[in-house]
């Protein structure tokens, strides 16, 4: 049996190994770090590496060395271990594995048979900003699994029509979501027998007892689904900190553009951590 002080702040950082990291990573996760170091918390490294085909272990080696570089400290993480181990999402499938079965047994989530071409033709755009998703017309939604037959299917979570989700951001202040309209049907396991996001996000958060999620604020729309996620498994839902978007110069978002400068390419052109810190203080929100 494990005994932690869950009055304690447990934060956490969850890159996904699928590049090299860049600023835009680094500015985030100082956030972090630096939410969990003004609580007196701990900080925890979770390695996102369940997108078998985008992920790659060389990534996870210069993720290690580049945050190690830039100044990351985490007392739990792949390197070093610690009570709610494994780290690595990849090594956690029984953990997923039971958290679909319990949304299964409280008929929370459906099988779906759409392809992707059905998709685009009958989804609608989402209503909120920065969200990508559309919107899941609901076709499978009365669909059992004995009806499954041999077809491939994924599983979605049954949004609540029109249920309003609202929380209070740490940093960004009250937020309100309608279920429904910013964002529809969200699938939690993948085609491909892969955990969506949403699903592995939540088990994790909740298993490693983490406190305070700090992210982009591109994510704030997926924190409405994965409070309704909470809310269907009966789990504590942590606090939430979401960062603005990180932008060039020119006010485009940095994960939108694909030349932009990794951290070990900074640090091959002489930039040390100081100095990229000190030019997010220059520039707030936009970095070179
Ligand atoms: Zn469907």
Redesign the pocket.
Known sequence: MISTNRTSYRGRIAPSPTGYLHVGHAKTFWAAQERARQAGGMLVLRNEDLDRARCKAEFVEAMLQDLHWFGFKWQEGPDVGGPFAPYNQSKRHSFYRETLAKLERGGFIY????SRK??QTAARAPHAEDDEEPI??????G?KLEQIANRK??W?FRVPDGGKISFDDGNLGAQRFVAGKDFGDFVVWRVDDVPAYQLACVADDAAMEITEVVRGADLLVSTARQLLLYRALALAAPSFYHCPLVTDASGVRLAKRHDVLSLRQLRAKGETPESIRRSWQLNKNSVQ
């Open positions: 099988p779906c048979v759409c059905d998709l899941y017309p609901g076709t499978c939604r669909l299917f994924c979605r």
